[in-house]
């Protein structure tokens, strides 16, 4: 078992060692509608001639429920499953986040690989050991910490990826710079998105998900490092479920993008960030990803859900991480009301 996610260029060769300890009949594979088309024929290609039974779920964070894991589990049940078995995750944050939650939980856990298809998966969802899933209205209500035995990153997966998908990664990824250093920030500020995709090097990926990968090495559990990278989530979650609430559909990293600018409005205004950070990350948001469809009405019905986040509320009151400056962020900070309103308003106004 082992934290660090590795980029690999030959696929078949990256699975050997986990196939090898699999017994025959006992490899399951889980995609979802999309990547079951779209990526299933590159990893089918590595596996070759060894078989594996194929569960596939349906795409789309509506569908990260109970229901999919119980397609999980009877779908290993049905098959015999044993506590030797070993699931592929091939998909993004969704697939990674439920399969991991089935596979943590079938016969009390059994090991599981990642094959990330999406760039936010790739630097994010799939490593770090969370899984989990949406319950009664609550993204990643019910959930366990239960590391993958691997994480394979294999860049040609990406080419299929659609650009709105390429954007809600490239945020997470933003993300990680302003948690790592100046240097790392601006080579990420330089990368261009345009209609297709946003092309950039293997190096850079990895540096960008060691950033992560080093933050849970230090904090598995998040008792107090790990909140850090939850930076631009608290404002981001709560915009997400009043997407959701609304039953309009809306991407994670879009979302975390449009909680940093809010969350960098608090940096400046509470820990004295240089300013210039929030104009970067605001003319990003202007030139990839558009306003939020929220306005100043909705504050109430945001910090509403900003309270029922699991990860915020400390007595009663909502818990952010900020920056002091790009590389030096400070996790369990309260903010006050007004703050918050007007750190909303700025990004509404945009
Ligand atoms: N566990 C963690 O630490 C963690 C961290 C961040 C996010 N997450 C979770 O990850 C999820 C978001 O991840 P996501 O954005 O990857 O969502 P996703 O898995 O829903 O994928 C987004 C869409 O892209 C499609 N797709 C994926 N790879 C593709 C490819 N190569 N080609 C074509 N289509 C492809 C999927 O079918 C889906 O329609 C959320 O549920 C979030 O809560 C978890
Ligand atoms: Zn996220």
């Given at each position: 078992?082992?934290?660090?996610?590795?980029?690999?260029?030959?696929?078949?060769?990256?699975?050997?060692?986990?196939?090898?300890?699999?017994?025959?009949g006992?490899?399951?594979?889980?995609?979802?509608e999309?990547?079951?088309?779209?990526?299933?024929?590159?990893?089918?290609?590595?596996?070759g001639?060894?078989?594996?039974?194929?569960i596939?779920?349906?795409?789309?964070?509506?569908?990260?429920?109970?229901?999919?894991v119980?397609?999980?589990?009877?779908?290993?049940?049905?098959?015999?499953?044993?506590?030797?078995?070993?699931l592929?995750?091939?998909?993004?944050?969704?697939?990674?986040?439920?399969?991991?939650?089935?596979?943590?939980?079938?016969?009390?856990g059994?090991?599981?690989?990642?094959?990330?298809t999406?760039?936010?998966?790739?630097?994010?969802?799939?490593s770090g050991?969370?899984?989990?899933?949406?319950?009664?209205?609550?993204?990643?209500?019910?959930?366990?910490?239960?590391?993958?035995?691997?994480?394979?990153?294999?860049?040609?997966?990406?080419?299929s990826?659609?650009?709105?998908?390429?954007?809600?990664?490239?945020?997470?990824?933003?993300?990680?710079?302003?948690?790592?250093d100046?240097?790392?920030?601006?080579?990420?500020?330089?990368l261009?998105?345009?209609?297709?995709?946003?092309?950039?090097?293997?190096?850079l990926?990895?540096?960008?998900?060691?950033?992560?990968?080093?933050?849970?090495?230090?904090?598995?559990?998040?008792?107090?490092?790990?909140?850090?990278l939850?930076?631009?989530?608290?404002?981001?979650?709560a915009i997400?479920?009043?997407?959701?609430?609304?039953?309009?559909d809306?991407?994670?990293?879009?979302?975390?993008?449009?909680?940093?600018?809010?969350?960098?409005?608090?940096?400046?205004?509470?820990?004295?960030?240089?300013?210039e950070?929030?104009?970067?990350?605001?003319?990003?948001?202007?030139?990839y990803?558009?306003?939020?469809?929220?306005?100043?009405?909705?504050?109430?019905?945001?910090?509403?859900?900003?309270?029922?986040?699991k990860?915020?509320?400390?007595?009663?009151?909502?818990?952010?991480?900020l920056?002091?400056?790009?590389?030096?962020?400070?996790?369990?900070?309260?903010?006050?009301?007004?703050?918050?309103?007007?750190?909303?308003?700025?990004?509404?106004?945009?």
């Amino acid at each position: 078992m082992t934290m660090d996610a590795i980029i690999v260029s030959d696929l078949r060769s990256a699975l050997i060692p986990f196939l090898d300890k699999t017994p025959k009949g006992q490899l399951f594979v889980v995609v979802d509608e999309n990547t079951s088309t779209k990526c299933m024929p590159v990893v089918a290609e590595a596996l070759g001639e060894v078989a594996y039974e194929t569960i596939v779920i349906p795409a789309g964070e509506s569908h990260k429920t109970l229901a999919a894991v119980e397609q999980i589990w009877n779908a290993l049940y049905n098959h015999q499953a044993t506590r030797e078995a070993l699931l592929l995750n091939v998909g993004g944050g969704m697939v990674t986040d439920l399969g991991g939650f089935a596979a943590a939980t079938y016969k009390r856990g059994i090991r599981y690989v990642n094959i990330p298809t999406s760039l936010l998966a790739m630097v994010d969802a799939s490593s770090g050991g969370k899984t989990g899933f949406n319950y009664l209205g609550v993204k990643n209500m019910i959930g366990s910490f239960a590391m993958p035995e691997d994480t394979l990153v294999y860049l040609p997966l990406l080419e299929s990826l659609p650009v709105q998908e390429w954007l809600s990664g490239y945020a997470e990824m933003l993300k990680h710079g302003l948690l790592k250093d100046e240097a790392h920030w601006t080579e990420l500020l330089a990368l261009e998105v345009d209609d297709n995709e946003c092309v950039m090097s293997g190096e850079l990926l990895a540096e960008n998900i060691a950033v992560k990968e080093r933050i849970v090495e230090a904090d598995p559990k998040e008792k107090g490092l790990r909140k850090l990278l939850n930076f631009g989530h608290t404002v981001g979650h709560a915009i997400e479920e009043a997407y959701h609430a609304e039953g309009k559909d809306v991407k994670h990293g879009y979302c975390v993008l449009w909680g940093m600018v809010a969350e960098l409005y608090l940096s400046v205004v509470k820990m004295g960030l240089d300013k210039e950070v929030l104009r970067q990350m605001s003319s990003v948001m202007l030139a990839y990803y558009g306003r939020p469809e929220c306005n100043c009405k909705d504050r109430e019905r945001l910090v509403e859900w900003m309270m029922k986040d699991k990860k915020n509320r400390v007595a009663g009151e909502i818990n952010f991480s900020l920056l002091r400056a790009i590389g030096d962020g400070v996790v369990d900070q309260t903010v006050t009301r007004e703050e918050l309103d007007e750190a909303m308003e700025y990004l509404f106004s945009l």
